[in-house]
C-alpha cells in the first residue's frame, strides 16, 4: 500500500532564516505530488506541483521553491521566512498520467510558526 | 475556468441530526468530484468520490451524489456523531484540481 511522509511535524523558525521541508512517497512509482498551505481558519491554497522528476509548476509567486530531486521526494524551500509563511504545510500525491482526475492523497502535514 | 462553491460554516448540530452541505461546481468537461474529512491538527482525508454522472459515493454512513443536471454534489449523512466534528471539502478533479473552502462541523451531545 501507498504511504505519504512529512517531516518535521512541527517547526518554529525566526524570520529571515533558511526552510526546507520534505515530503516523500512509498508503493507507487511515478506520482503527481503537490504542496498547499493553509493559514489558520481557511482553506488549503496550492502552492506547488509536480508531474515529474525536475518539473515543478509554480501556482502563486511568493519567497517559497520546491524541488523533486528523486521520483517520490518533493521538497518545500525558502532562503529567508516572512511572517506571512507561517501556516500548516501539507504535500499530497496523486496517480500520473491522466491530468488531474484522481483523488489526492494527504500527509500528515508540518505546522510552521515563523516568529 | 472551472471552481467548486462550498456551503459556508460553521456547522453546529445535535447528535443525531441529519447533516447536508452543499456543494456546487462549475466545470467545462467531466471532472471527478470528492468530499474530505480535516481532523484538527491532521492532513486530509478522502471521504468519498465519485467519478461520472449519478455516481453516488459513500464511506461511514456519508453519501453524495454527482448529479450533473444540478452541477452538485452535496455531502449528507443521516445521523452525525460528535466524532464526525471536523472540517469537510469539496474537490473538483479535472484539468486542475480544485478545493472548496471547507465547512466546519460541530456536532454536540
Known amino acids: 500500500s501507498q504511504t505519504i511522509h512529512q517531516w518535521p511535524a512541527t517547526l518554529v523558525q525566526p524570520v529571515g532564516s533558511p526552510l526546507s521541508l520534505e515530503c516523500t512517497v512509498e508503493?507507487?512509482?511515478?506520482?503527481?505530488l503537490y504542496w498547499y498551505r493553509q493559514a489558520a481558519g481557511r482553506g488549503l491554497q496550492l502552492l506547488f506541483y509536480s508531474v515529474g522528476i525536475g518539473q515543478i509548476s509554480s501556482e502563486v509567486p511568493q519567497n517559497l521553491s520546491a524541488s523533486r530531486p528523486q521520483d517520490r521526494q518533493f521538497i518545500l524551500s525558502s532562503k529567508k521566512l516572512l511572517l506571512s509563511d507561517s501556516g500548516f504545510y501539507l504535500c499530497?500525491?496523486?496517480?500520473?498520467?491522466?491530468?488531474?482526475?484522481?483523488?489526492?492523497?494527504f500527509g500528515p502535514g508540518t505546522r510552521l510558526t515563523v516568529l | 475556468g472551472d471552481s467548486v462553491t462550498q456551503m459556508e460554516g460553521p456547522v453546529t448540530l445535535s447528535e443525531e441530526a441529519f447533516l447536508t452541505i452543499n456543494c456546487t461546481y462549475t466545470?467545462?468537461?467531466?471532472?471527478?468530484l470528492f468530499w474530505y474529512v480535516q481532523y484538527p491538527g491532521e492532513g486530509l482525508q478522502l471521504l468519498l468520490k465519485?467519478?461520472?454522472?449519478?455516481d453516488k459515493g459513500s464511506n461511514k454512513g456519508f453519501e453524495a451524489t454527482y448529479r450533473k443536471e444540478t452541477t452538485s454534489f452535496h455531502l449528507e449523512k443521516g445521523s452525525v456523531q460528535v466524532s464526525d466534528s471536523a472540517v469537510y471539502f469539496c474537490a473538483l478533479g479535472g484539468n486542475q484540481f480544485y478545493f472548496g473552502t471547507g465547512t466546519s462541523l460541530t456536532v454536540i451531545p
Open positions: 466545470a467545462t468537461g467531466y471532472p471527478s
Open positions: 465519485a467519478t461520472k454522472a449519478d
Open positions: 508503493g507507487t512509482s511515478n506520482p503527481n
Open positions: 499530497a500525491w496523486s496517480l500520473g498520467g491522466s491530468g488531474f482526475y484522481n483523488e489526492q492523497f
